[in-house]
């Protein structure tokens, strides 16, 4: 996998996530208040809804962390575990600025809507 | 020595057992009428459900010889021997009579087609009777009563008790105890006939028992009946050999156990000890133990016993302890949860003598060992085991309906995981952590648990909601970064992030996603909307008081097939229209404000709706114009944010047709004006509201809704609703009023300059939205490709509309 532009870092407000659809995975994109990217899958595991980039960024015991807007769980924006619930946790993916663009580089192969839409149209 | 003991039961059994066990050498006979050894009488019950006999009877000391089924028919005192019912004589130095007590039988036509409930012999034959049963009754509501009632009901019969006194158990609790238990056990399906007696057992042609008739002719129908209406000691071996035997029956016997002849002793249920027969098994115990001390050559005594009783009868705890009246009385009762506890203390309130429980029998292990002592705390304290009511949620209370989680599970994880705060019992419990509505409740568990719950908002601020409104107030704080850098720590987290959003909103006003506002606000806020399951976003279009064109109903109705958006009339009197992706969100706005309409807040902790009756206008009840009063309502506090939701009616006249008492703020019409209600709510704890002022004018009733909101929003909690913020208040709504109404804090000039602002600076969120480029950037699914919708969103079809598909 490679790195994919997403936005302008100036797009990015602070304490905000956005997302961004790469190689058809869903990334959640938060900048804190300090300046510092971190990128999540946006699924939340808890409702099964893309919905994490929404949630409501802070810190926890100084860990930066973001809450479902669902359910509130919150999860580590550095290591995507849950800090609610033991076990559970969501994949990190990297991101970095490059001339001042975001870019992401998604850790999980492609293919999953299909499946899901294959699912989803089958249900 | 020759020691004869006559009776086979518990007493005589622990006599033996105690010469036994004291290593006495002479020779011991025990003559019993049973077929058997002694056996645990107080478990007699379990035999029914499978327990054998053989596990309940005691193993008979070594060197002990018994005769039993044998029956003694009379005492020689003079030749020293007893003589047995098939002709033997037993010679003895020592008599010991343990002849316990029998079922007392009232002398009623037919009643010896009854059954006792003493022997297993008995409950042999009440099971054989059962067979062919549908119904039982059971005369005799005490403790054993009861015991017998569960059985016939455990033997698949409809179960009734008939008892004199007027309450059940009169021997072990008062009337109120009574009429707690009453509840319990008919709960439980049985019938409970207190305050009456027995006429007669009535029997059929066929000679079998049909009913028992009552002394006002009724006829109970029921094929069994049992008599379980109190015991007598069998003292007639005693009284025929010319031993002295009590008014009421019982051989009188002095501390060391002995009757009227030196060298005969009386134990268990059939002696007469400091003028009292003792009908249960631990006194009994004492004097078989005292009786062989003293024949061995000790000096024990019996000083009589403690009656106090705690059991716990078809699932019910009963408890009594020490006396059971006093010059003072504590009591707390709840006939809805089944509990009912009385202390009875001293007229100086300063000595507890005894008490009563029933439905939870806690008070009985913690305060038995102060019967007759100073009290160890305030008496209501001692009943409440904490100060209010929560403590006395039975474990079994459901606490959190989403997570199906129990006042118990959660004492469990603050007892056993030693859990200090609300993230605590949710991550053990999972209670809190779906709707949040039980969140109040696991506080005060904690509090009653003696946990002390910080007041502080979470992690980054040390202060609670209200002290952070009035620091952001008096400081003049306009921003989080400005607040949390002086006065707290951290970024924030979901929870104060909001709060300080609704405060920063309530003083300051401005669209909520100003600036480094936006970053603060819930989804809901954030993207003006309120979040469904699946990620899409309903709208839901103001429609104050309910009121709506034809023109506007036409248009929503549109909007929603357009976009293809579910739709549902809601509780406020609004149509929610459901399934918008976020890119679609202001283009719906944008067709909406065309029309008319604005945003409506449906989401977000601030005024829902004022909901109306049509009142005076149309209906041929109405007083006053409920509509138009709903309308001018809802105009005026659009957008209010607040600790929590505020939702609120008006009807016009006393039938309520608004449901205004459900509501934070209810106002029902009166001839001369309207009366205001505060604090009801619906939900998960419903409370009905309560009437702060009567007969106001329409510019009265707006003054004091203002301060009353504004107070609220100013001293409230996070999340705390107004009803239990209203509970919350030391005084109550007498404190309320005087704040409110006769600025007692002087204060009520802040508060209105304070709704003033708010009214002067309300705009439409959606409208300053679609008005801001910046702002509606934000509004797309994926910002690296603005056009392309969600595609993890998907829909099926159910009755004509769609629904939410989730991957899994
Ligand atoms: C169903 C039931 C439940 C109970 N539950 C409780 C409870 O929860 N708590 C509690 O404290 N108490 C309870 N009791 C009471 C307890 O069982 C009695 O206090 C205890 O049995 C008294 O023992 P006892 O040996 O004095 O008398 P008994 O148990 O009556 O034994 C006396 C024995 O002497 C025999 N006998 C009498 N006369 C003669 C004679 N002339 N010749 C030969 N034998 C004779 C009798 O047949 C009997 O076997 C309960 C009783 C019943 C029936
Ligand atoms: S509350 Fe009174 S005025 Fe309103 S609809 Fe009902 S009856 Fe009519
Ligand atoms: S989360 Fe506890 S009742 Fe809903």
Sequence with gaps: MSWTRICAYDALAPERGVCALVDGVQVAVFRTYDGDLHALDNLDPFSGAYVLSRGIVGTRKGEPTVASPLHKQVFSLVTGRCLDEEGVSVPVHAVRVRDGLVEVNVRRPAGFFEELRAVAAAG | ?808
Excluded at chain 2, 569 to 595: H, K, M, S, Y
Excluded at chain 2, 736 to 744: A, Q, Y
Excluded at chain 2, 762 to 779: I, M, Q, S
């Design chain 2, 1 to 808: 020595m020759r020691i004869v003991v006559v009776g086979y039961g518990p007493a005589a059994h622990r006599f033996v057992e105690t010469l036994a066990g004291k290593g006495f050498d002479g020779r011991v006979t025990v003559i019993g009428e049973e077929p058997r050894p002694a056996y645990d009488r107080v478990h007699l019950t379990s035999y029914l459900s499978g327990t054998s006999a053989d596990e309940l009877t005691y193993a008979v000391p070594g060197g002990i010889v018994t005769r039993l089924a044998t029956r003694v028919t009379a005492v020689d005192r003079e030749a020293r021997h007893v003589v047995t019912a098939d002709g033997g004589a037993e010679p003895y130095d020592v008599l010991v009579l343990a002849t316990g007590s029998a079922p007392f039988v009232p002398p009623v036509p037919g009643a010896e087609h009854a059954f006792v409930y003493r022997t297993i012999e008995d409950l042999d034959a009440i099971r054989a009777a059962a067979k062919d049963a549908v119904e039982g009754v059971v005369v005799g509501g005490g403790l054993l009563g009861l015991e017998a009632a569960d059985a016939l009901r455990a033997l698949g019969l409809k179960a009734h008790i008939v008892e004199m006194s007027p309450w059940l158990m009169p021997r072990q609790v008062d009337e109120g105890g009574g009429s707690v238990l009453k509840g319990h056990i008919e709960s439980l399906g049985l019938g409970v006939h207190a305050g009456s007696g027995v006429q007669e057992v009535v029997t059929g042609p066929d000679g079998r028992v049909a009913g028992l008739r009552k002394p006002d002719g009724t006829l109970l129908e029921a094929q069994v009946v049992v008599f379980s209406a109190g015991i007598r000691p069998r003292d007639e071996l005693a009284r025929a050999c010319g031993l002295d035997v009590g008014e009421r029956g019982g051989i009188v016997v002095d501390s060391a156990m002995r009757t009227s002849d030196p060298s005969v002793y009386a134990v268990g249920e059939c002696a007469l000890a400091g003028g009292m027969v003792y009908g249960l098994v631990g006194p009994c115990n004492t004097m078989a133990e005292v009786a062989a001390d003293r024949i061995m050559g000790g000096t024990a005594a019996f000083e009589g016993a403690d009656m106090s009783t705690k059991l716990k009868l078809l699932g019910v705890e009963v408890a009594q302890f020490g006396a059971m009246d006093g010059a003072l009385d504590v009591t707390y009762m709840d006939p809805v949860g089944g509990v009912y506890k009385k202390l009875f203390i001293s007229d100086d309130a300063r000595t507890l003598l005894g008490g009563i429980c029933v439905g939870d029998a806690s008070p009985y292990t913690a305060l038995r060992p102060f019967v007759g002592k100073e009290l160890p705390a305030a008496p209501s304290d001692l009943l409440f085991s904490g100060a209010g009511a929560t403590l006395d949620l039975p474990d079994e209370a459901q606490v959190c309906s989403c997570n199906n989680v129990c006042a118990g599970d959660i004492r469990t994880a603050i007892a056993d995981q030693g859990v200090t705060d609300v993230p605590g019992i949710k991550g053990c419990t999972r209670a809190g952590t779906t709707c949040g509505s039980c969140v109040p409740m696991l506080k005060q568990l904690l509090e009653k648990s003696g946990v002390e719950v910080s007041k502080a908002l979470c992690e980054h601020f040390a202060y609670s909601r209200a002290e952070l409104f009035d620091i952001v107030r008096v400081r003049g704080i306009t921003t989080f970064s400005e607040l949390i850098a002086e006065h707290g720590q951290g970024r924030g987290c979901d929870i104060c992030k909001p709060a300080v959003a609704s405060i920063l909103a309530s003083l300051h006003n401005g669209h909520v996603l100003d600036g480094e506002r936006a970053a603060l606000q819930d989804t809901n806020d954030a993207f003006l909307a309120n979040i469904q399951k699946n990620g899409t976003y309903s709208v839901v279009p103001r429609i104050p008081g309910g009121e709506i064109t034809p023109e506007k109903l036409i248009v929503i109705g549109e909007v929603a097939r357009d976009f293809g958006l579910y739709t549902k009339i809601t509780g406020g009197q609004r149509i929610d229209l459901f399934g918008a992706r976020i890119e679609q969100l202001p283009e719906i706005w944008r067709r909406l404000v065309e029309a008319g309409f604005e945003s409506g807040h449906a989401y977000g902790k601030a005024l829902r709706t004022v909901k109306s009756c049509v009142g005076s206008t149309w209906c041929r009840y109405g007083v006053q114009d409920s509509v138009g009063m709903a309308i001018a309502l809802e105009l005026r506090y659009r957008g209010l944010r607040s600790p929590h939701k505020l939702k609120s009616a008006v009807s016009g006249c006393a039938r309520e047709c608004a449901e205004a008492r459900s509501k934070d703020f209810g106002i029902i019409a009166t001839e001369q004006g309207w009366n205001l209600y505060v604090g009801g709510n619906g939900g998960f704890k419903p409370r009905h509201a309560d009437l702060l002022a009567k007969d106001l004018s329409t510019e009265e009733l707006i003054r004091t809704i203002d301060r009353f909101l504004m107070f609220y929003i100013r001293t409230a909690d996070r999340l705390q609703r107004t009803a239990a913020w209203l509970e919350s208040l030391d005084g109550g709504l007498d404190y309320l009023r005087e704040v409110i109404m006769e600025d007692s804090l002087g204060i009520c000039a802040d508060l209105d300059a304070q709704m003033e602002h708010h009214v002067a600076t309300y705009a439409d969120e959606w409208r300053a939205t679609l008005d801001d480029p910046e702002k509606l950037g934000r509004f797309v699914s994926f910002v690296n490709a603005p056009g392309v919708p969600d595609p993890s969103i998907v829909f099926a079809s159910e009755r004509g509309q769609i629904k939410p598909v989730m991957a899994r």
